[in-house]
């Protein structure tokens, strides 16, 4: 499990490097995904580092509660909401997750299918 100090979303929220930036405020940063799996591709982070959803704690409720309300944000923004959009979180290894820092996608602008993967 990757630390604050080497953690690539990190970097990316404190602009050590470099993104498309999409949202920010104190407590998020949104940024487009750089190998897209939809036209629309955004990729949700808290600036505290949290490795997965599986490690937020009863403190971190209001910050989940300000996650969605930015995915919803962002996805109006985005002109998604006529069309629908997906939001995910992977969890783990055997849930796809490659990077250890709580992220959400928000995919959309084409018909996804389903299941995901």
């Known amino acids: 499990m990757s630390d604050k100090s080497n953690c690539l979303f990190c970097k990316i929220a404190s602009g ?15 940024f487009r995904d750089i190998n897209p799996e939809a ?15 599986a490690h937020m704690s009863k403190g971190n ?4 509660a300000h996650m969605l309300y930015c995915v919803r944000k962002i996805a109006t923004d985005e002109g998604l909401n006529g069309g629908g959009y ?8 055997n849930g796809g997750q490659t990077v250890n820092h709580l992220h959400f996608h928000i995919l959309g602008g084409r018909a996804l299918t389903w299941p995901p993967g």
Do not use: C, Q
């Open 86 to 93: 997906r939001v995910v979180t992977n969890v783990g290894s």
């Open 16 to 30: 050590e490097i470099p993104s498309e930036k999409v949202y920010s405020d104190d407590r998020v940063f949104a």
């Open 61 to 64: 409720e209001e910050l989940a």
């Open 39 to 53: 036209p629309v591709h955004i990729l949700l982070v808290p600036r505290e580092h949290i490795p997965s959803l």
